[in-house]
């Protein structure tokens, strides 16, 4: 069994900042992608994000260049950085896994943690 739990939401006035965090933890045999998504009310969940063992990130059009992820691979955990925030950045993000579990590669997913940007 794999979890993953997310921490560091909440409410940022526009042009602030916050930090989002998700551990993985149970029977990780390796992780081979990190990222996160977002769902806003009324819209389709949406990448924001993904890092891929070995390699860098890489970002959707919207959050390029405000948003920084990074992992520590010794503690299985992700970051998302979120700089110079904007009220179209509200929206519960999930963290998201590709992991290898027993000799498969299985998708999992975080809670979800809400990030509101007041204007």
């Known amino acids: 069994q794999v979890q993953l739990v997310e921490s560091g939401g909440g409410l940022v006035q526009a042009g602030g900042a916050l930090r989002l965090s998700c551990a993985a933890s149970g029977s990780i045999f390796t992780i081979n992608a990190m990222g996160w998504y977002r769902q806003a009310p009324g819209k389709q969940r949406e990448l924001v994000g993904t890092i891929i063992s070995g390699g860098y990130p890489d970002y959707a059009d919207s959050v390029n260049g405000r948003f920084t992820i990074s992992r520590d691979n010794a503690n299985n955990t992700v970051y998302l950085q979120m700089n110079s925030l904007k009220p179209e950045d509200t929206a519960v993000y999930y963290c998201?896994?590709?992991?290898?579990?027993?000799?498969?590669?299985?998708?999992?997913w975080g809670q979800g943690t809400q990030v509101t940007v007041s204007s």
């Open positions: 998201n896994a590709n992991i290898r579990v027993r000799g498969a590669n299985y998708i999992y």
